[in-house]
């Protein structure tokens, strides 16, 4: 990188005020990243993620799981009422 050479003092602090106005906003970025990033790790959100992650697993599961298992509870019932 090369240096950059100025020829008054003016430049320099329009330079330093540009670094300084950068960094600010840098950090500020940064506050709401965090703050974001503090807002989403609450844990009644992490249990609904959780929940809702599952809740989506089985109901595009939900036809073949009740398929699989409806044989088993007819048959549970048909065996109670007979008494064996």
């Not at 990243?33 to 959780?50: E, M, Y």
């Not at 398929?67 to 048909?78: A, D």
Request: hydrophobic share 35%.
């Amino acid at each position: 990188m090369e240096r950059k050479k100025y020829a008054s003092y003016a430049e320099i602090d329009r330079d330093l005020e540009i670094l300084k106005l950068e960094k600010d906003i840098n950090y500020q970025k940064l506050v709401l990243s965090f703050q974001k990033t503090k807002d989403c790790i609450t844990p009644q959100k992490i249990v609904n993620g959780f929940v809702s992650s599952y809740t989506e697993y089985f109901s595009n599961h939900y036809v073949k799981i009740l398929q699989s298992i409806l044989p088993y509870i007819i048959g549970w019932f048909i065996n109670k009422k007979r008494g064996d």
